[in-house]
């Protein structure tokens, strides 16, 4: 087939998740370079981005239940709460006041977001019996439940004001969240956690995209798109609703347990409805129903605050303290909210949409089709 | 041949006072092409509602087989073997035609949530034989230059057959036909029988035909069932329908009766209400 790397003779490399060499090239020269720009990178970016990366995780949760199998749900930044208590029970030090088990981080990880699962997976079943703006409905109850039991929970929480240290990031011994010496080569704890993180986006991304281009997916997006001939096709709503709800908390499980051990800190209040609709924000700016969208939504709306504070410097009517007309923080919402209006009228599939446009275009060059 | 695949013993369904299927009574056999016709509103639609789990009827039995249907989920009906290709199309339409009939095998898939993830070994082999499957039906169709189109782009014809394809796909044992050919022109009317008659012929997969098409339902079905009103009012083989009064009454009405009982379309024959 030398030459014609687009004729394929298998459904094995039809179906590939990555078909031809040149996208196999393009991404292991994008992961080097991501991998590699930790080197010098400064520490602030550094941790930026490896919040980005966290978020990521958490977007491709959401998009797998409300992109993929259109369910709706306001509720993740309980899943997330949830992923960063569970996290800091499993994964912390326990104090006089607090439960921690102090497991490793390759334990505990996993079970903040199997216990963010198993909530998602339980509290689905009466979630299957709404469609659309009444389940936003419930699931939006879920994040006001939450916020009530995680103040009041305090041998897990820490309290209002309190507050907890989350998971730590451990292994075997060897501290992630601590500077440290690799082979004689000094790491910084930003460039350790900014590998960690990727190298936690890059499984989880992968999972995420084996799992819709599968049955599994492919049923997601029956029950999306006509739930009543994906019924009368074998397809059991209930189990497939269930199974969103639970694979997507487990993300968003995944994604709360690592977001806080950036800051160092978790705070009870940290997961309201704000953050549930940054989430929906992210899925809509980045794309639904895509997994790359979703890391671009993430890294997007991850990195806007920092582009408009660099904006202040040099936009006129911006100032820095209470004099000007506003104030770079009032820019940053209102910039914010502009992005969902826009995408929504402008661009419904997203960042996502626009790299396919570019993409189809440059594959056709010169020509217009 | 006449050994009988489904049983539809006095089923009764009702809306609120609104009798749609009222005692319907029939059996199809194995292999067998059955057509039901009847006026718009006549019950055709609810009764495969009924067969597929949709509605729950009041009274009666539906019997696949040996099994009892009535009262099972429309996902257990649809394991059991009874497939079915909508009226108004139904396809997801933001999926690919090749989607659209993988998803048709799902029932016969069996991967769960963590070997999808990994998509390593069984689940790999399991998609790529069920591919292969889902090609043999394209190709059946005549449809593999739209594989890898989204359907909500493709013309109307198009969609009819992806969803087709998509209830073939599921390897049935009876498959439910719902106006199957509405709309279309009479090239594509040719087209989508010479494919009923094949899936009957090669695949010897039974049929139930629900259509409009008057001359379709003559030329191809073995045996029709006239129902109106949610009452059954005849039943035999296209011939003998032809020939009967009352199916004549129930589409040209009343006044009709003592003449031209001998045309051999009577819906070619206009109304004179």
Redo the contacts between chains.
């Keep these: 087939m030398r030459g014609r790397p687009a004729l394929f003779t298998r459904y094995e490399a039809d179906s590939a998740m990555l078909p031809t060499i040149t996208q196999r090239v393009w991404l292991a020269i994008g992961l080097v370079a991501v991998i590699g720009a930790a080197v010098w990178l400064p520490r602030d970016w550094l941790i930026l981005i490896a919040t980005a990366f966290i978020a990521a995780i958490g977007v491709i949760g959401l998009n797998l239940v409300t992109g993929y199998a259109g369910q709706v749900s306001l509720g993740h930044a309980f899943f997330l709460g949830v992923g960063a208590y569970a996290g800091a029970a499993f994964g912390g030090e326990a104090t006089e006041k607090l439960v921690g088990m102090g497991l490793d981080v390759i334990f505990w990880l996993p079970l903040a977001g199997l216990t963010a699962g198993f909530i998602g997976a339980a509290i689905a079943p009466i979630a299957v019996r709404l469609r659309g703006l009444y389940l936003a409905f419930l699931t939006l109850g879920l994040v006001f439940l939450g916020e009530h039991i995680f103040r009041e929970w305090e041998s897990v929480t820490g309290g209002p004001g309190i507050g907890r240290k989350p998971g730590v990031l451990r292994l075997a011994g060897w501290r992630f969240d601590l500077d440290g010496q690799i082979a004689g080569y000094s790491v910084t704890r930003e460039q350790q956690i900014y590998w960690l993180t990727l190298l936690v986006l890059i499984i989880m991304a992968f999972a995420a995209k084996n799992i819709v281009r599968s049955r599994i997916g492919r049923a997601f997006a029956a029950v999306r798109d006509r739930d009543i001939a994906a019924e009368v096709m074998g397809i059991d709503l209930t189990r497939y609703k269930v199974l969103a709800f639970g694979v997507s908390s487990f993300y968003a499980g995944v994604a709360g347990g690592l977001l806080f051990t950036v800051t160092g800190f978790v705070n009870t209040n940290s997961f309201n409805l704000l953050l549930s609709f940054t989430y929906i924000a992210m899925v809509v700016i980045g794309g639904a129903a895509s997994i790359t969208g979703s890391i671009m939504g993430a890294a997007f709306l991850t990195l806007l605050p920092r582009i408009i504070d660099g904006a202040g410097g040099v936009l006129p009517f911006l100032e820095v303290g209470s004099t000007g007309l506003l104030s770079t923080s009032q820019l940053e919402r209102i910039v914010f909210g502009a992005l969902i209006i826009g995408f929504l009228i402008f661009e419904p599939l997203g960042l996502n949409g626009i790299w396919m446009r570019l993409r189809n275009y440059w594959k056709a060059w010169p020509f217009s089709y | 041949m006449s050994e009988r695949l489904l049983v539809f013993d006095e089923v009764r369904l009702s809306f609120a006072g609104v009798v749609a299927v009222d005692g319907v009574s029939f059996d199809v056999n194995a292999g067998e092409l059955f057509a039901i016709i009847g006026p718009n509103g006549a019950g055709k639609t609810s009764i495969f509602n009924c067969l ?3 509605y729950l009827p009041q009274e009666g039995r539906i019997n696949l087989d040996g099994t009892d249907l009535l009262g099972l ?3 257990k ?3 059991l073997g009874v ?2 290709m ?1 009226q108004n199309i ?6 690919t035609t090749l ?1 659209n009939i ?6 016969h ?1 069996k ?3 963590l070997s ?4 390593f070994g069984k ?2 082999r ?3 034989a069920h ?2 499957r889902a ?1 043999e039906i394209i190709d059946f169709l005549e449809i593999a230059q739209y594989r890898k189109s989204l359907v909500g782009m493709l013309p109307y014809g198009v969609q009819k057959r992806v969803e087709l394809g ?2 073939l796909a ?1 390897d049935p044992r009876i498959l439910l036909l719902d106006e199957p050919v509405a709309g279309m022109n009479l090239e594509e009317t040719e087209d989508m029988a010479r494919f009923i008659l094949d899936i009957q012929e090669e695949l010897q997969v039974t049929m139930i035909l629900v259509e409009h098409d008057m001359g379709l339902v003559m030329d191809i079905a073995d045996r029709i069932m006239v129902i109106d009103f949610g009452r059954k009012i005849a039943e035999g083989t296209p011939d003998q329908i032809q020939k009967n009064p009352d199916v004549i009454r129930a589409y040209l009405g009343e006044e009709f009766e003592t003449e031209g009982l001998d045309d051999e379309a009577p819906a070619s024959e206009g109304s004179r209400l």
């Design positions: 597929n789990g949709v989920r429309p996902d009906i649809a394991e497939a079915r909508f139904e396809l997801f339409s933001n999926l989607d993988l998803l048709g095998r799902n029932l898939m991967s769960g949530i999808s993830a990994l998509y689940a790999k399991e998609e790529t591919r292969r090609e998509r209830a599921m």
